[in-house]
Every structure is written in C-alpha cells, then in structure tokens.
C-alpha cells in the first residue's frame, strides 16, 4: 500500500490533484482510514494513475478516462484504442505534446498484450458472447429495464460498443447497462435456467427496441446467446440478431462513486422546477464541444434540491446537462419520488429509485465557466 504522498510522488500527480480524482470518483483509494480521513492505494492503482497523468496531459476529459481505465482493469484494450482514436480525431492539429503523449500509451498496450493475457482470458469466469446460453425472463420485468436504460445508449460512430445495450447474465438476475460517455443508466429484471458463469452479450440498440416492441403481456419470454447471435422469443413471435463483437466496459467499477449527500425529491415538481427555472444556455461541454443548455442544482439545507439562481456562488453547487436530466427522470417511469445523490461537483449524479438499489443512473457533471 502507497500513502497518499508516495502515490504522488511516484505518479507524477500532486496531492490535491489525487484527492480531486477520488473525489470524481476516478481513481478511488484502496481504503482510507476511518479515524483520521488518510488515503491509501493499492499497488496497481500506481499503473493507472500514471495513465491518468499522461491522459490528462493529453486534454482527454474526465468522462473517458472513466472509460478508459475501466477497459485498462478488464484488459479490454479494443475498447482503450478506440477511446483514443475518438479523442485523436478531436484534437485540433498542432497538439504535438497529445500526440507524444498517446504513443507512449500505445506502447504500454503494447506491452500489456503478452501471452500473460492469453492466460487471464482462458482463467476467466466469464463467459463470452459465443457461449450457448438459454433463460426465461419477465417481460414486464425485461420491458422496464430497457425503458430504464435506452436513452443513455451512445450514437458515436467511432465507438460502436457503446450504440448497444448490455446484457448481464450472472445467477437469476440479468442486469441491462447503457452509457454513451456522459451518462449510464442500470437496471435489474429476474432470470431463470441460467446456473454457469457471467455471461455478457452487448446487443445493438436496434435490435433492443425490437425486442422491447415484443414485450406486450405479462408471460415470460426465452432470451438464447448462441454462438454471437441473440435471439427473444415471445410466444410465436420472435427477433434475432448478431451481438456486437466488441467487450462493453467494466461498469461495475464505474459505479463505485463515493458517498455523496441523498435527498429526496418529488418527480412533478421537479421536473417543473427544472423546465422553468433558470438555466445556463449554450455551455460547453468539456468532452466534446457541443454547446448544452444546464442546470444547475444544490442540496438545501433542509434536504431538497434546487434548481440554482445567476450568480450562486454554493461551493457545492453541481451543473448537468439538463435535457439528460429530464430524460433520467422519464426512464424511472412513473414513479412521485426518486432519489437525487450528490458527490463532489466533478463527480457523477446519480438518480436513484427508492424501491430499489438495482436500478438508477449516472450523469457527468460539467464544469462551469464562471
């Protein structure tokens, strides 16, 4: 175990820069002591810290680094080279330095692709998408789950893994993900006849809004993976496709945020409140220059949330896009409540239900330009 000032020390990040990455929820200490608040970290956090370093000094924001260093933990390198292509194709000619600073990370995939990782990949337990695999779902159950997640599924061309939703298959739950860099949304929905390893199938998002016009009645309905072709069965109807053939992210490591403070809003007026208060128009979001219309929230101090006023200076104060934000609050379906869970103001808000912790959403905040 590092302390907080060796990591520092042999990263090249300073000590109020490593506390800034826990507080984004990005490079999270191995355990921090409980009496006196000191930061510790594992040995192969000092790996990924350097490539934290370097991507920064790339000007690679904080969203895909997120991406990226999940990928890095999974060994999912498709998924690293294609987050570096995309931001490649971003920077404006001249970034020399970026350049430079991207080959040396190229290399170091170089060097993580060893027979060492032929060894992990036939030691997993997971299996992949070309593992025959058999289930019964919920259709109410599997309707709701992908209500819950579609619209955070990516549309950039450059990553394809992203346009689809994942399938998590593991024990009697089969768990639906999707992100497109900037938000993430989970959900939850029962499953049956499945007793051997994870299994994961990334199904294009196309072929899930086939899939979700099928589920109209409250039977169960058969879900097979076979041989990278997915395929629902409901009754004597039925819609098939092939998986993407690329590994979705490690998205359980993207939703270990720190504790943030929780308050509990009314849907209604909320969305009242966001569609009519104050915003900021034509702000730019630091991933990709596109100009968004925010909102900026706070929690109040007796529990709620507000929608901020020009000029609020609340240290704690956290801008997010607003259009995502009301599309997280249509996907929790038709729910009076929810749960609104802030983190520092560069970490992710989360938007949880109050029935259950198997279903909620991610958004990036954006940095204000004040």
């Known amino acids: 175990m590092r302390s907080i ?51 920064r000094r790339a000007g690679m924001p904080l969203a895909d680094i997120r991406l990226v260093l999940a990928g890095w933990s999974s060994a999912d390198t498709d998924l690293v080279r294609k987050l570096l292509q ?48 058999r289930l019964a779902v919920s259709a109410p159950e599997l309707a709701a789950a992908l209500d819950a997640v579609r619209f955070a599924a990516g549309t950039d061309p450059d990553l394809p893994v992203l346009g689809g939703v994942l399938f998590d298959v593991e024990g009697d739950a ?29 199904v294009p998002s196309p072929l899930a809004d086939a899939m979700r016009a099928l589920l109209s009645d409250d039977a169960p309905v058969r879900l097979a993976v076979d041989g990278g072709r997915v395929t629902l069965e409901a ?18 490591r993207l939703v270990r945020l720190p504790a943030g403070r929780r308050a509990l809003v009314d849907v209604a007026a909320f969305r009242e409140a966001l569609e009519t208060g104050p915003v900021r128009a034509g702000e730019v979001r630091e991933e990709d220059g596109v100009p968004c219309d925010l909102s900026v929230l706070k929690v109040t101090a007796e529990g709620g949330v ?31 409540r929810l749960v609104l869970e802030f983190g520092a103001p560069t970490a992710p808000l989360a938007i949880r239900r109050t029935d259950t912790e198997d279903a909620f959403s991610l958004l990036m905040p954006v940095r204000l330009e004040d």
Request: aromatic fraction near 6%.
């Open 5 to 55: 000032g060796e990591m520092a020390r042999d990263s090249g990040l300073t000590v109020s820069t490593l506390r800034f990455y826990d507080g984004a929820g990005v490079l999270v200490p191995a355990w921090v002591d409980p009496v006196s608040g000191y930061r510790w970290y594992g040995p192969e956090q000092l790996e990924e810290s350097r490539l934290l370093a370097r991507l």
């Open 86 to 133: 995309a931001h490649l194709r971003r920077l404006e000619r001249g970034l020399s330095d970026a350049r430079d600073e991207f080959s040396t990370v190229r290399a170091l995939l170089e060097c993580r692709e060893s027979p060492m990782t032929v060894l992990r990949t036939a030691a997993a337990t997971t299996a992949t998408a070309t593992t025959a695999v």
């Open 174 to 202: 089969l768990r639906v993900v999707a992100t497109d860099r900037y938000r993430m949304a989970v959900a939850r929905a029962g499953a049956g006849g499945h007793d051997g390893p994870r299994l994961q199938a990334v």
């Open 235 to 252: 009754g004597d109807r039925q819609t098939a496709g092939k998986c993407v053939d690329h590994d979705f992210p490690d998205y359980r």
């Open 306 to 336: 507000t929608v901020c006023e020009d000029g609020d200076e609340d240290p704690h104060r956290v801008a997010v896009n607003r259009a995502f934000l009301l599309q997280a609050l249509a996907a929790a379906g038709a729910r009076d």
